[in-house]
Structures are given as C-alpha cells and as structure tokens.
C-alpha cells in the first residue's frame, strides 16, 4: 500500500536504501548471530506481543484511555538524547527518576497524577507554554529538548483529532478496520508531524517512525486483541531512530564505513534528510528485516510446520534491542549513536 504518493514504504525504502547504501553495511553473520539469540527467547516464551505491558510505565489496562495515552506518547516521541551523559533530562515519579524516552512517560503518567487531563484532545489542541512548562519540568537542570516543536505538534494533534474525528483517536482506529497498514496511511495523512520522509538517490523514502511506533504500541498495549487486533501486524517495520543502528553495530549486525565513524566519533550533528543519516535509518530498518526473517526460519524448521501465525515481527526485534541497549548502556559507551535534532525520531 503506498501511504504517501511516490514515496516508497518503510520495507520498500530500507531495501532500496541498503542497495545503494555507501557508508552503512549489513553483516550477514550479525543477522544470523542475533536471529539465533533471539530464536532462543522466542522458544523459552519471553519474545511475543506481552513485552510491552512489561513496562512499568505504559499503561496496564486495554481500554480508550490506554490508547489516548499511546497517541499522546507517540506525538510526543522524538529527540530525547543529551549532549553529554551527565546533562540529561530527568524526571521523577513515584520517587523514582527517568530519563529519555521513558522521562517523557513518567511526565505523562505524573501530569494525569496531578489532574492534568493530558491525554484528552480538547486539553492539548491548545495547551499553553507556560501549563506544558510545569508538565515536563526537570529534575535536573535539562529541560526536555525541542518543547516548543512539542507543543506544536501536540496542538496540531488535537485540532486534527477534534475536527476530523470527533475528539477520539480511536475512530481513526475504526476507521483502519483492522488494518495495521491503512492505520498508518490515515495517521501520514492527517497528521503532518509523522510524515518522516526524505529524498534519497533520486527516490522519496518513506521510513515514518512515529507512526509506525504508534501503530506497534497500540498492538502491544492492547496484546493483538480489541483495538489492537491488526490483521497485517507484521507488515510494519522497526522504528528507526538514533539508538536501535548503536545496538545493530554493538551485535554485529551493521558496519559503519571508516569516514562514518569518524564522524560519530567527532559529535558530528546531522540535518534530518541528509544522505548518512537516511543511511542509518534505512540501513537499520531492512537489517531488521532481514533479521525477523531469520528468525522466522528458524522457527519453521524448529516446529517441522508452522500452527496458525506466530507473533514473531519487526515490532518485537526492535522492542528487544530498545530494551537490551538501555540494560547494557556501559558495553556500548564505544559505540556513538548519530545526532540529529528533529521531530521524527
């Protein structure tokens, strides 16, 4: 399904990203290597949709609340990385402390505390600085970055949400009829902020990480059930942002040039559309593919024949190196991730 007019999708533009590719390369042994490890999680039973709930974090119940929550995240979901290790954004909740990613959960979790109705539409559609200020305030001296982008995007998902479909993101839901793809097509459409797309060697790519992200929290938070149930769930791709290409490179399964990791190496800020950074992205979302495919061989082989459709996706392969890259953060300190400050990712 073409999502947006000649612009490739996610599966079809890391493919075509990697077979031009002139700095970021897949290792075929790195694919087998973590397809195998991961072939070993999903025998033991810990590599399925249930991952997600696992957080203590997202939300626990399967109801329109819980999806509200996962749009809000989802607008809200780019550039949480800090200029150094010891200037992050941090937040505190339930007095405990979170950074990144999971800083930006522990705000919205503490505002709904607080009676914040954050994750309601008519509340953020318009939503003043001064009120989001005090909802994403800092433990620390680092306030979260880009809030000005946040509160536009946040604005524009609630005008959108309000005057097309009635206040509630789950009509957008309905709308896709179980589709995880049509799902996509309608949240690129209708809302500007997760059209992520870039020109690449004469194409237009689209990698759409947000929106794809949405789409596979919305699978997880609900277990493929309810408003969760897509019938095409493993057509959607990893989520290709700034750390899952460190944990692809940490496992071998992506190589860097010499002149790209020099680059990293030096802090080099790269522009949102540029040629290395569409490379990393691209790159990382077929090696991904590449490495699901592998696993669902495996698979096959290991049952003699596959019963029914198994959950085995993109989804969780990212889920896995997200988590993993958080729980070894040390053993990849050598590893630099690429910098680019945008709404994207």
């Known amino acids: 399904m073409e999502i947006l007019k000649g612009v490739l999708n996610p599966r079809e533009a890391g493919h075509y990203i990697t077979d031009n590719s002139s700095d970021v390369f897949i290792e075929d042994k790195g694919v087998k290597y973590l397809a195998n490890m991961l072939h070993d999680r999903v025998k033991k039973g810990d590599f399925d949709v249930t991952m997600w709930r696992g957080h203590e974090l997202n939300p626990q119940t399967m109801d329109e609340d819980a999806i509200n ?83 536009q995007v946040l604005h524009e998902a609630g005008k959108v949400l309000l005057e097309k479909f009635q206040g509630r993101f789950v009509n957008v839901i309905k709308q896709a009829d179980k589709s995880a793809q049509h799902l996509l097509k309608l949240v690129v459409q209708y809302f500007s902020s997760f059209q992520d797309v870039a020109e690449f060697k004469g194409k237009k790519v689209g990698i759409y990480k947000r929106a794809q992200i949405l789409i596979g929290d919305i699978w997880g938070c609900c277990e493929g059930k309810g408003l969760g149930e897509f019938h095409d769930f493993d057509t959607i791709t990893m989520f290709a942002d700034y750390r899952i290409p460190q944990a692809l490179v940490y496992f071998g399964v992506l190589r860097y040039s010499e002149q790209l990791m020099n680059k990293l190496k030096q802090g080099y800020l790269f522009t949102s559309g540029e040629q290395l950074e569409v490379e990393i992205r691209g790159v990382s979302l077929w090696a991904c593919e590449l490495v699901r495919d592998h696993i669902l061989n495996l698979h096959e082989i290991d049952s003699h024949q596959r019963e029914g459709k198994t959950n085995i996706c993109a989804i969780l392969v990212d889920h896995y190196l997200w988590d993993t890259r958080r729980e070894i953060a040390d053993k990849m300190d050598d590893i630099p991730f690429h910098r680019c400050r945008g709404i994207y990712y």
Do not use: H, Q
């Open 69 to 151: 929550w996962v749009f809000v995240s989802a607008v809200l979901n780019f550039s949480f990385w800090s200029e150094k290790e010891t200037e992050k954004y941090i937040v505190k909740y339930k007095e405990k402390e979170y950074t990144g990613y999971w800083a930006l959960c522990a705000a919205i979790n503490r505002a709904l505390t607080e009676g914040y109705e954050f994750t309601n539409p008519s509340f953020y559609a318009s939503v003043d600085s001064d009120t989001l200020k005090k909802i994403f305030r800092s433990e620390s001296a680092y306030d979260i970055p880009m809030l000005s982008e946040r509160e």
